[in-house]
């Protein structure tokens, strides 16, 4: 009896349980682990590259007191996460990282139960980043098998459809441009920085592993970018990115082998930033924000929604500018870039005029008095640059040509000696070259011309350090795939119908083929002239003329005189 008790009330706990998770959407989640792709190649980068791959042991725990600490604190002081949290994860966690990867359900509990689904989508995109540092950490492994091998790990990826983010780029507008979008990162700069700076170094590490020619090479430019991203939370948040890292602008080389990749990790970058937003904006309710990160997730990982080209994704990568985003992932300065935005400036508010190489945009012809403050340089009409050979030669407006390379005193130089140019002109110079280049279709012109690259190497030798690196950074962005040329196909003609042979005929034979005669029409009857004085009727007209063959006559006969 005590049995059938006990199976009554533990049915009717599972049929209120179902019910009210589809009453409310709630906690019901059919998500579920998988298990990597097996290979050889697992775990050669936590046995080759320790410093760099236990710190992303140490990622995954600031992930998960990040989203913990939000959804069960929703009242706790900004220091919790700003002071306490920051404080435990630099000096503490991040100087000593766990040795193996977390597993985060046991940090983040109540998290962990409120979205499975938002989990389950980092964990396994955080996979695919750990397995292809694997392939490219095993010395074993030639180039161009690690290439397919990557491949691989894409494919089984993409197996996931409920959990893999989209292969297409997504806009600013998904992260930045919601209702409770940027809350996060206004109220926690500091441990917004954080996040930014791990995702930095999760791209980053990439470029020493695929820039390196040999073992130790890769060694050492591991050491150097980890050593970088410590540089960047010492004095926090000074160094750390002012805008979310972004791919292709810390990790070119990585992007132009593995674009699809590239794109991939951009888009979970993008996703970890709205989930804090809708756990960290009160105008969300508790109600309601396991609906806002589930909604969330279905744009991120559909291939229709919020999305843009690769060409847009490019663009929109050099616009917000790789020295906003903490700099690249190599060949980087002693000295951080110097940033050109606020800290935690959105897309859609960037003052692109004063970002190098987009000064003194709104002024130039084909732009709107507003460009500078567009988020999209909609008001430029690229398709009127440098496309036309006598464009490249007009001068631009507002620039006096006249006077460039002559001194103070509008003199030009003596032969032989060194030509300065004015400050002014020089910048303007700087940034026209930079406007140039952030053309597609002009880069892909000067890198396909080596005397225009040897010209622009040239030139660049005599620029300021930071304005060299901006542009050599520029001129290795890799360039989108360019469109295949659309064949337009003719109209497909209509048969014409087969003729009769006709006999062919000489030319003097021609000469006297007619048409077939016609009967001439009768003639009318002539008026009678007034009569002064009577007179003999008129006889009647004469009778139509015969069917004659005109072909044995020369000429046609003349008509009759008509009598008077």
Request: no cysteine.
């Amino acid at each position: 009896m005590n049995i059938k008790r006990f199976f009554n009330r533990a049915l009717l706990a599972v049929a209120g349980v179902a019910v009210s998770a589809s009453a409310s959407d709630a906690q019901w989640s059919r998500t579920y682990e998988q298990f990597y792709l097996p290979g050889s190649f697992n775990w050669q980068f936590l046995n080759k590259y320790p410093a760099g791959a236990k710190l992303f042991n140490a990622f995954d725990f600031g992930h998960a007191i990040l989203y913990e600490s939000l959804w069960t604190k929703p009242n706790a002081p900004v220091s919790e996460l700003e002071v306490r949290w920051y404080n435990r994860l630099t000096k503490e966690i991040l100087v000593s990282p766990p040795h193996v990867p977390l597993e985060e359900s046991a940090i983040e509990i109540a998290y962990a139960k409120l979205a499975p689904e938002a989990k389950q989508m980092f964990d396994w995109a955080h996979l695919l980043h750990r397995q292809i540092y694997d392939v490219w950490a095993d010395e074993r492994i030639p180039v161009a098998q690690k290439d397919q091998l990557v491949a691989e790990l894409i494919a089984y990826y993409k197996t996931r459809p409920d959990l893999a983010f989209s292969s297409i780029p997504k806009t600013m507008e998904l992260m930045e441009g919601q209702a409770y979008s940027t809350a996060f990162r206004k109220n926690y700069p500091k441990f917004n920085g954080l996040i930014w700076a791990y995702h930095w170094l999760q791209v980053g590490l990439y470029e020493p592993l695929l820039a390196g020619k040999n073992s130790d090479e890769r060694q050492t430019g591991v050491l150097a970018t980890v050593a970088r991203f410590r540089q960047m939370i010492e004095d926090a948040p000074t160094w750390m990115p002012r805008v979310m890292p972004m791919t292709p602008a810390v990790a070119p080389i990585f992007t132009a082998r593995y674009p699809e990749a590239a794109i991939i990790f951009d888009n979970l970058h993008s996703m970890h930033d709205v989930v804090s937003d809708i756990l960290a904006n009160p105008s969300v309710p508790r109600n309601r924000k396991r609906a806002e990160i589930l909604l969330a997730a279905r744009r991120y990982r559909d291939d229709t929604s919020f999305v843009q080209t690769r060409e847009e994704w490019l663009e929109m990568t050099h616009m917000m500018g790789v020295q906003n985003m903490g700099g690249p992932g190599t060949g980087f300065l002693a000295a951080f870039p110097t940033p050109t935005v606020e800290r935690g400036a959105v897309m859609a508010g960037m003052d692109h005029g004063n970002m190098p190489g987009m000064r003194g945009m709104a002024g130039m012809p084909g732009m709107r008095a507003d460009s500078g403050r567009t988020g999209a340089m909609a008001g430029m009409d690229h398709s009127r640059m440098a496309h036309d050979p006598a464009a490249a030669v007009r001068p631009m407006a507002g620039m006096d040509h006249s006077r460039m390379g002559r001194d103070s005193a509008g003199m030009m130089p003596m032969d032989g000696a060194p030509m300065p140019m004015p400050a002014a002109h020089m910048q303007r110079m700087m940034d026209m070259h930079m406007l140039m280049l952030a053309d597609t279709g002009i880069r892909r012109h000067i890198l396909a011309d080596s005397g225009m690259r040897r010209m622009m190497q040239g030139m660049m030798a005599d620029m300021p350090p930071e304005h060299r690196a901006h542009m050599q950074m520029m001129l290795a962005a890799p360039l989108p795939a360019a469109k295949p040329a659309v064949t337009r196909r003719a109209a497909p003609r209509r048969a014409t119908p087969a003729r009769a042979p006709t006999k062919r005929t000489s030319p003097a034979t021609a000469a006297t083929a007619k048409t077939p005669a016609r009967k001439p029409a009768p003639k009318p009857a002539p008026k009678p002239a007034p009569k002064p004085a009577p007179k003999p009727a008129p006889k009647p007209a004469p009778k139509p003329a015969p069917e004659v063959d005109h072909t044995k006559m020369g000429h046609p006969p003349p008509p009759p005189a008509r009598k008077p």
